[in-house]
Nanobody, 116 residues
């Protein structure tokens, strides 16, 4: 059974930090590139960041560059998104996505709310 389970979301004040985690199971985690997406109220799903299968290459949307850092620990089958200097416009449901040439798996999402 393939699963991706996000955790770490919550309510944080502007300027604060959160660390999201996504734990994978039921597939060969180290063979997949990983992505974080988010979907804010009234907006389409947006690609936030990507990381290569062994973690050597990361890419970020312009809106989060310099504030968010993606990493992975293949020994733990887990990918992370460290979010610093959070802004109200970062409020969204954040989704974990695993991709290789054949398969595309999604988690259920975790809510991040940035508000004073």
């Amino acid at each position: 059974q393939v699963q991706l389970v996000e955790s770490g979301g919550g309510l944080v004040q502007p300027g604060g930090s959160l660390r999201l985690s996504c734990a994978g199971s039921g597939f060969t985690f180290s063979s997949y590139a990983m992505r974080w997406y988010r979907q804010a109220p009234g907006k389409e799903r947006e690609l936030v960041s990507t990381i290569s299968s062994i973690g050597g290459t990361t890419n970020y949307a312009d809106s989060v560059k310099g504030r968010f850092t993606m990493s992975r620990d293949n020994a733990k089958n887990t990918v992370y998104l460290q979010m610093n200097s959070l802004k109200p416009e970062d409020t969204a449901v954040y989704y974990c996505n695993a991709v290789n040439f054949r398969y595309n798996y999604w988690g259920q999402g975790t809510q991040v709310t940035v508000s004073s």
